[in-house]
């Protein structure tokens, strides 16, 4: 009935058992009523759990287990319908594999290859003879994201919710698919996966119950994308030397898919073309995104883009900053950074100090040139894209061609004056207006958020994250370039 390596199931008492498993994938159910070694499995977990006895598991399902189900289920936020489905088991096996995690010295010893006690010896505060005036972000402590281990660096951002608004004005967030019903038994295993890995974040979780309830886990390759990057090993620098626990890089992605509008430049680092491209990519293809942040924060650290290129993961993109980013945001866009740099084989981008690469040398700041951009674009996206710019062609020509590809349903990545110099947004949608003409444009800053003061003229738009309107005749005249298909 089932596939032990394909259930999604931590603890052993319940990936052992083939009618759990069977359950754990969405083939089957247990009700009050059912008989059989599933049932006994079933109240031996519960009991582990102070849920019933575990010395009368009997495996008939009766009232006290139907009582234990709906206790779990009710803990767990779950309908509690008193019947055991993926969902319920899923939370079970969380609920046993949080019985199991070791103390925190222990895990932090296997970890980083130290005996407890060296461990323990890490999370002490030094005294004021050994500590340190200032530390350096070039002496970094281990595992810096527990509260009781010295924090060296900015810890996590706070990676608030910013939900999908109920009303999008660009009018093309994806609609409930017509896709409905159960999930296919290989589908349901991910998801089953994907739950059991998130353990119990409870924003990741709603985030991947909006995705499913949409339909946008029925078919492609979203879902197994992601099964696959809950299924795999994460660059142990990630926990060593950033303290970002390997959990968070799935639940910051899954909400990153399920709503983009999450995406950051980062406040003073110039990334606002990788900001960009992040955030057509996700609008685009969602499951490409997976792909690519999948491969480069494993072991590895690499993965091969659609051309055949490689993207690498500067090892300085662990380190947590002060830009305000969530920790994908920051490693993907300097990923980016690094990959688009013009001559990186001599100078390779640096997160922390936003510089060092050939092109911030000659202009100052981390600029990502036109036609560097369009590069990666393809690089990425797969296909042809090719730079336009006002430079060899009138403002209005160019707007044009980024007015009809937008037509076309596209997101354009383009380049515009801003205050003095050049900053990359998204245009997403044109509004147009008596007659078919050109009206306005709705555009989103990667920022993520746009006060729209200054040049060139715009208005923000009420669900905020960096959107903003854009009269079309004043993007005639700040526009500079733009990355387009074909």
């Avoid at 350096?136 to 060296?152: E, I, K």
């Avoid at 706070?158 to 290989?186: E, H, I, K, Y």
């Amino acid at each position: 009935m089932g596939d032990k390596g394909n259930t999604g199931l931590g603890a052993p008492e319940l990936a052992s058992n083939e009618v759990l498993r069977a359950v754990a994938a969405g083939a089957a159910t247990l009700a009050q009523g059912a008989h059989g070694d599933g049932v006994r499995a079933l109240q031996e977990a519960l009991g582990a759990l102070g849920l019933g006895d575990p010395t009368k598991a009997d495996g008939s399902f009766g009232t006290k287990t139907h009582a234990a189900v709906v206790a779990l289920q009710a803990a767990e936020d779950l309908p509690q319908t008193g019947m055991v489905d993926a969902a319920t088991i899923a939370a079970l096996d969380r609920r046993l594999a949080a019985r199991r995690t070791p103390p925190l010295d222990e895990a932090l010893a296997r970890a980083a290859g130290l005996s407890p006690e060296q461990a323990a010896a890490l999370g002490r505060a030094p005294s004021a003879a050994q500590a340190p005036a200032a530390p350096s972000r070039n002496d970094q402590g281990y595992f810096t994201d527990a509260s009781r281990l010295p924090q060296v660096v900015p810890g996590a951002e706070p990676d608030p919710d910013s939900p999908p608004p109920a009303v999008d004005s660009v009018g093309d967030r994806p609609a409930t698919s017509s896709v409905s019903g159960a999930l296919a038994a290989d589908r349901s295993a991910h998801l089953v996966e994907l739950r059991r890995a998130l353990g119990g974040d409870a924003r990741a979780l709603a985030a991947l119950d909006r995705l499913l309830a949409a339909g946008r886990l029925h078919t492609g390759a979203l879902l197994p994308n992601l099964g696959a990057m809950a299924g795999a090993r994460r660059d142990p620098r990630l926990v060593l030397e950033g303290g970002i626990d390997p959990h968070l890089v799935l639940a910051q992605a899954i909400r990153h898919v399920d709503n983009p509008l999450r995406v950051k430049q980062g406040a003073c680092h110039g990334t606002c073309g990788a900001g960009t491209m992040e955030y057509v990519l996700l609008r685009v293809d969602p499951a490409e995104f997976v792909r690519i942040l999948d491969g480069i924060t494993r072991e590895a650290g690499e993965v091969k883009l659609r051309s055949g290129r490689v993207l690498r993961m500067p090892r300085n993109a662990i380190l947590r900053d002060a830009s305000g980013r969530v920790d994908i945001d920051r490693m993907f866009q300097s990923a980016l950074m690094n990959h688009a740099t013009a001559m990186s084989w001599i100078f390779d981008y640096d997160n922390p100090e936003d510089n060092d690469s050939f092109w911030a040398a000659l202009g100052g700041d981390s600029r990502v040139p036109l036609g560097n951009f369009t590069s990666l674009f393809q690089d990425i996206m797969g296909g042809s894209y090719t730079s336009v710019s006002s430079l060899l062609r009138s403002g209005a020509s160019v707007a044009d061609d980024v007015a009809g590809a937008m037509g076309r349903g596209e997101k354009v990545p383009i380049l515009l004056k801003w205050e003095g110099g050049y900053h990359w947004v998204v245009a997403e949608k044109i509004e147009r207006g008596a007659g078919g003409a050109p009206a306005s444009v709705i555009l989103r800053n990667p920022v993520g958020s746009d006060s729209c003061k200054g040049a060139p003229p715009r208005a923000p738009l009420p669900e905020g994250c960096g959107r903003f309107r854009m009269k079309y005749a004043d993007l005639a005249e700040h526009i500079h370039g733009a990355t387009l298909r074909g």
